[in-house]
Antibody, heavy 122, light 107 residues
């Protein structure tokens, strides 16, 4: 069964760090870009970051630039999101999602994980 | 950043109704527009990409149209499983941006 499984969420104090993981099972996704998208409680979707299929490049939302880092280990079929200097406004469900294409990035994401919840609170 | 504006924010409809949701981009995004469906507690599901291409397995009652700055998603005959929130998303440039969502509710 083709699926993405996120892990690593939890409750963390402001200013601390957290590392999310997104593991593919049932397929290898080393030929697709991967995104992180988040959803604050009761709110809409916010794109966070993307990494190229081979890890050669990445892009970030301004709201997380300089604090979050996306990376991947294709040998482990896993993408990571290192989140530093966390703020209350980073509280959200974080989804990883596979891009529909290799590195064209124009057509959306067709495979999504179930999400992992991050709560930033003192 | 490109702003995506959906309307309406919510719509009440009955099974069998035709429902249309519109999405407007703040600048020309050609046809780089995707539509997602999200049900409570679930991840979004891609329905349509490139403004009008249905993803494999998506029922044909869903259709998308538009280009440039004006787009629409139409459900030709609403089914019980279609009650959900729908989001448009532009893929023209990073950062990807989403519309605020349209909740399709049971009338």
């Amino acid at each position: 069964q083709v699926q993405l499984v996120e892990s690593g969420g939890g409750v963390v104090q402001p200013g601390r760090s957290l590392r999310l993981s997104c593991e593919a099972s049932g397929f290898t996704f080393n030929d697709r870009g991967v995104h992180w998208v988040r959803q604050a409680p009761g709110k809409g979707l916010e794109w966070v970051a993307v990494i190229w299929y081979d890890g050669s490049d990445e892009r970030y939302a301004d709201s997380v630039k300089g604090r979050f880092t996306i990376s991947r280990d294709n040998s482990k079929n896993t993408v990571f999101l290192q989140m530093n200097s966390l703020r209350a406004e980073d509280t959200a469900i974080y989804y990883c999602a596979q891009d529909l294409t290799k590195n064209y990035f124009h057509y959306g994401a067709d495979v999504w994980g179930q999400g992992t919840t991050v709560t930033v609170s003192s | 950043d490109i702003q995506m504006t959906q309307s309406p924010s919510s719509v009440s409809a009955s099974v069998g109704d035709r429902v249309t949701i519109t999405c407007r981009a703040s600048q020309d995004i050609t046809s780089y527009l995707a539509w997602y469906q999200q049900k409570p507690g679930k991840a979004p599901k891609l329905l349509i990409y490139a403004a009008s291409t249905l993803l494999s397995g998506v029922p044909s009652r869903f259709s998308g149209s538009g280009s440039g700055t004006e787009f629409s998603l139409t459900i030709s005959s609403l089914q019980p499983e279609d009650f959900a929130t729908y989001y448009c998303q532009q893929g023209d440039t990073f950062p990807w941006t989403f519309g605020q969502g349209t909740k399709v509710e049971i009338k």
